[in-house]
Structures are given as structure tokens and as C-alpha cells.
């Protein structure tokens, strides 16, 4: 039984790789949207053509030619990319898709510690001629933090995302300053995360916490406060509110709803693992931020983009207010 004295869970699910991957894939399977786009549509369309207007145009005629990719800049004509937890790169490869529009070749390094992920991303751009035409994919199997204690920290780059990552390993306020530096003058760190206007995130703050390691619960707001705190400008993007259908996770016999729990909570079996005090609790608090329709119990998920975009100015660091 996971004890949690301050009240908050130590959250158990990222430390199985591959479980947690079955259990964000059922959580992605019971996302409804009710917009004109797809969440993946959404990237491309909006995320990535908002990414791709505002950087200037400097895609001129360059071939990619090897080992050296990665040392030449977009002056070349080469865009470089770096994806951190890229997980099996649907989503990335929209943002890349929209970036190819403009720019005709990117270099594109992908941080993601599973292996899992990384072989499912492999597999979705051996099944696209034109994108593995035009992107030369640089794998990288590891923590962004394992990678930027190796890495070479004068290699740039002109844009920098990171979808639904920040809360894994170390903290925001470190990894932050740090890929930011990563950028070229000009170019985009652009983060995916929940807003605190999330039914989700309601229940969430409650058992998770910034300041415990597996998953650091933040929010769009959290990361604007250490961004004003900081001097750093940024824009914001709000990704169209969708819905969560959590109607398994109130049927005990469930195999799909005990995975959607434990993602909802990223504790790792938390039906039997969480102790029954905290777990009646978080129930308790499902139920009342959820809503209903028809059959169905639905949460609604409020996610946000930040932009934010490298200036002359250095990140000089200041904890939020
Ligand atoms: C919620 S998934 C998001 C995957 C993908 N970006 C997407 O939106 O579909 C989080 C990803 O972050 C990866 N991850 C976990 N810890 C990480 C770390 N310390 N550094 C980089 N990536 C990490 C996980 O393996 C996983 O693929």
C-alpha cells in the first residue's frame, strides 16, 4: 500500500515504462472532441502554422548531407528541431509537417528516454517516403536531463518542443532557462501543458505536487508566473477544451477504467496500490468535477501552448513570486 503522509501521492507510474504507455494510449482513446479539427489536425493546423508564421522565412535550397546536419544553422536552410519526451511522435510530426511547409529540410533530434516510443516513432516515419525525404531524425533514447548533461550545449536550435513532458524529471524551473539557452536568436521553446481551468487539474492539485519527482504537477499559470517573474515574454495559445469520457472508471471490473485511473492519478495500480482513505477521496473528487450526458461521465481537459521566444536577453533565473 503507497503511503502518502503529506497527502500526496508519490506518483509510481512513470517508473514502468511500458505500462505507462498502455495507460496514456487508453487515455488518448477516451479523449472526444468537439471541434472542427482532431486533436492531431489541431497541431498541425493551428500549433504548427502558428510556429511556422511567426519564424522568418530562411528556408533557402540546402540537401541534407550527414553528420554535419547538425552543426549547421537555419541560415543554411536547414530548420533544426528538438523534441523533448516526443512518446511515438504523432503530435510532433504535425508541428514538423506544418514547419515543412515553409522550410524544406529539418534536422530533428528526439529526446525520449522508451524505447517503446521511440520504436513506434520509427515505424510512423518509415511509413512516410516524403517525411523521411525531408527530416533526418536523430534518436536519442534518453532523459532530457541524461542528454543535457552529454550533450553539447553550443549545438542550436530554432525551435524546441516539448507536448504533455515538462512534468517528468527534473524541475521547470531548471530545464526551462536551460532550453531556452538551446535556442537560436529567434527561435521558439514552445511547451504543452494542462491550465488550471481543467476539471482535471482540480483533482490533480490535490494529490500532486511541483516538488515531488515522477510527475511535477504544473500548469499553464504556474509556468506563466516563473516566465513574468523572469522577465520572459510569451504568448499563449489555448487548445480548444475537450472532454475525457471517465465513465469506466466507475466500473470496479473495468480493465480499461483501472488504466485510465491510474494515468488520471500516475499512480501505478491505484485501485489496489493507493491507500483507501486517499482513494475514496480522489473518487469522490472525480465524480464532482465530472459532469454528465446521457450515459456518460465526462471531465472536461483545458490544455495550453507557450510560446515563448528567444530575444537578446538571457534568462537570468528567479523562482515565481
Ligand atoms: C504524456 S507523454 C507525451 C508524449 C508525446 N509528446 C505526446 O504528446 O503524445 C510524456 C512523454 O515524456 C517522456 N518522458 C518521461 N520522462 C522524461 C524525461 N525526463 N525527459 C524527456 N522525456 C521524458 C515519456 O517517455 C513520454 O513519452
Redesign the pocket.
Known amino acids: 500500500m503507497e503511503s502518502c503522509d503529506s497527502g500526496k501521492f508519490h506518483p509510481t507510474l512513470?517508473l514502468d515504462?511500458k505500462y505507462?504507455?498502455q495507460c496514456?494510449q487508453t487515455f488518448?482513446r477516451f479523449m472526444e472532441f468537439d471541434m472542427p479539427y482532431t486533436y492531431e489536425t489541431w497541431y498541425r493546423q493551428v500549433l504548427g502554422a502558428a510556429i511556422r508564421d511567426k519564424l522568418r522565412g530562411r528556408g533557402t535550397e540546402h540537401r541534407l548531407t550527414g553528420q554535419d546536419d547538425t552543426k549547421r544553422s537555419a541560415e543554411d536552410g536547414l530548420l533544426r528541431h528538438m523534441?523533448?519526451?516526443?512518446?511515438?511522435g504523432?503530435?510532433?510530426i504535425q508541428i514538423l509537417q506544418a514547419l515543412l511547409e515553409k522550410f524544406k529540410f529539418v534536422y530533428n533530434r528526439v529526446?525520449?528516454?522508451?524505447a517503446h516510443?521511440i520504436n513506434l516513432y520509427e515505424r510512423l516515419v518509415r511509413g512516410d517516403n516524403a517525411l523521411s525525404a525531408a527530416v533526418r531524425f536523430d534518436w536519442q533514447q534518453q532523459?532530457?536531463?541524461a542528454h543535457l548533461a552529454h550533450s553539447d550545449r553550443r549545438d542550436k536550435f530554432d525551435v524546441v518542443t516539448?507536448?504533455?513532458?515538462i512534468y517528468?524529471?527534473?524541475r521547470m524551473e531548471e530545464k526551462v532557462p536551460v532550453l531556452y539557452d538551446l535556442l537560436t536568436e529567434d527561435g521558439f521553446l514552445v511547451i504543452?501543458l494542462l491550465s488550471d481551468t481543467d476539471s482535471l487539474s482540480q483533482i490533480q492539485s490535490e494529490f500532486l505536487s511541483p516538488d515531488i519527482a515522477g510527475y511535477r504537477y504544473y500548469t499553464k499559470q504556474t509556468l506563466q508566473s516563473f516566465l513574468i517573474a523572469n522577465n520572459i515574454q510569451h504568448d499563449t495559445l489555448d487548445i480548444p477544451r475537450f472532454a475525457i469520457d471517465i465513465t469506466t472508471c466507475f466500473d470496479d471490473s473495468s480493465e480499461e477504467g483501472a488504466q485510465l485511473l491510474d494515468f488520471l492519478s500516475h499512480m501505478k495500480h491505484f485501485r489496489t496500490a493507493v491507500h483507501s482513505k486517499q482513494r475514496e477521496k480522489f473518487m469522490r473528487l472525480l465524480r464532482q468535477n465530472a459532469h454528465t450526458i446521457g450515459n456518460k461521465v465526462l471531465l472536461t481537459h483545458d490544455t495550453s501552448v507557450v510560446l515563448i521566444q528567444r530575444t537578446d536577453k538571457n534568462f537570468t533565473k528567479r523562482d515565481s513570486p
Open positions: 512513470p515504462a505507462y504507455q496514456y488518448s523534441g523533448v519526451g516526443s512518446g511515438s504523432e503530435l510532433e529526446i525520449e528516454p522508451s516510443q532523459t532530457l536531463e516539448s507536448v504533455h513532458s517528468y524529471g527534473g504543452v
